[in-house]
């Protein structure tokens, strides 16, 4: 694995819900699943490993060597709290999460009902977990999660979640962005939507970083807005906010609706969201077909923070694509 994979496993270890285990909560979890996409520690390491690979491929993130694939997988999952909103979306009654000093018994029973017969997933959010162990090139990382979540939408029943496609959201840049150590900042992007989150790498000492970094996010039928964060890395105390900003992906997708397939259609503009008093754009935002994809940038106005901007791309993959 490249050192920016590497690079890459170790900032998403600096979120906080990726500094416990996903199963039991111990601190400073240094192992992880590739293709169920948690950190875990190295006592339910051990319990992960008996579930066989086809379920969890185990890897340390210190010590293995990583493929891209691999890498980009984790990342595209979003770590312990997107993994856990699914894997952990309900309990039934009497059962509870082992803590960091349950017996090896109680902290088997438990995984394997989370990952193996996924007892604390909604029926039509099942997921299948498996993976090649190789690195074929016939399915992307990202085509796999779009398996996925088809496969979690084709059934529509009362209450539960159904997914409606997938935003890829391309981290531009930051710009004039405010000072949280002594002269500058450590910055990084965390995206939301719902429950689920995803981040940037971060960038030592850069007050107008570049990132060009993608990330993904499933979007499900009820969608709200989509938020941006922006926080200063400390190694040491809680990361400090440096701005936020909310994006609101309606006029994306409504626009896509109504074109449907864009690759019939040449490069146009299909749609705009309006620069208003009421909300982050520093300019008016084109929603346009790019070679045959359905596309968004905009520049937006960091709030609530001394100053700083950010430039976004945004993407739509239906389902159906």
Sequence with gaps: MAASGKAR???MLLDRDNRFC???SAPDPKWASANIGVFICLKCCGVHRSLGAHISRVLSVTLDDWSDNEVDSLMEI???AAANSIYEAY?????????PRASNEERSKYIRAKYETQDFIKPSLRINSNSSKSDSPKRSSAQKFMDELKSSSSKNEEGMVEFIGVIKIKVIEGRSLAVRDMMTSDPYVLVKL???KVQTTVVKSNLNPVWNEELMLSVPLNYGLLKVEVYDHDMFSADDIMGEAEVDIQPMINSATA??????FGNMQIGKWLKSDDNALTEDSTVEIIDGKVKQKMALKLMN????EM???IEWMPLEQ
């Design 259 to 264: 074109y449907g397939d864009p690759s019939m």
């Design 194 to 196: 719902g429950q689920q």
């Design 22 to 24: 996903a199963d039991c």
């Design 305 to 308: 923070v001394e100053s700083g």
């Design 91 to 99: 309990f039934p009654e009497g059962v509870s999460k082992p803590g």
């Design 78 to 80: 979003g770590g312990n």
């Design 311 to 313: 430039d976004l791309e």
């Design 9 to 11: 496993l170790k900032n």
